[in-house]
């Protein structure tokens, strides 16, 4: 509701997407400002300081009232590519985290496949050898829920004794810079469970994951 207004230039409808009180953030969790009136202000600035400006998602993965969208933003004769995670509520968009574009290093998605292929297998060691000794696993936007490569292997070795019939498949798959954003589809014990995975990756390793479940 709010992509069409925008390349439209209709400020009013473009606003009323969201919610009085939204949040605007860069990813994960710094806040940019409060509120529709601040929203609207800022993107009336916007429109005034650039002639052209257009909006195409290219690619859309959902959870829940969580939409994450890879974007293709066109700003007069500069065309950059993005992803925004929105939380949606009955009266619009409740927030809205933008994830800037950066280089990509070549082996980015490739240690990002390599960790799903150990972790369905169940090999605990190469499992954790894809992550930093401080990698750190979140709750989306930024609640910690494990620390460290330690205690992720621990988390792991739980995991595996108590479910013996444990598998993930990549549904859908965003890559930006140096993060892989992933629809998964757990198997548990016979039971389907979706999530989303923003993993990070440095030097080669995955130093945080950011879950949406």
């Not at 240690?111 to 000794?133: C, H, P, Q």
């Amino acid at each position: 509701k709010h992509i069409e207004p925008f390349n439209k230039r209709n400020l009013t409808e473009f606003s009323n997407a969201f919610n009085t009180n939204v949040i605007v953030k860069k990813f994960p969790a710094e806040i940019m400002y409060y509120g529709r009136d601040k929203l609207k202000e800022n993107y009336k600035l916007f429109f005034e300081n650039n002639e052209k400006s257009n909006v195409k998602v290219l690619n859309r993965i959902t959870l829940r009232n969580v939409v994450i969208d890879e974007e293709l933003v066109t700003i007069n004769n500069t065309t950059n590519r993005q992803v925004t995670i929105y939380e949606t509520g009955v009266n619009g968009i409740n927030t809205m985290t933008f994830i800037a574009n950066s280089k990509t290093k070549k082996n980015t998605e490739a240690i990002i496949n390599e960790k799903l292929e150990n972790y369905n297998k169940k090999d605990v060691k190469a499992f954790g050898r894809n992550y930093s000794t401080n990698a750190k696993i979140y709750n989306f936007p930024n609640e910690i829920a494990l620390d460290g490569r330690s205690e992720l292997r621990v988390n792991y070795i739980s995991l595996i004794e108590n479910t013996p019939n444990l598998y993930a498949e990549i549904v859908n798959r965003i890559i930006i810079g140096n993060k892989v954003i992933d629809k998964e589809k757990m198997t548990i014990n016979d039971k389907t469970v979706y999530t989303i995975a923003i993993y990070e990756v440095n030097n080669s390793l995955i130093t945080r994951v950011t879950m949406i479940q």
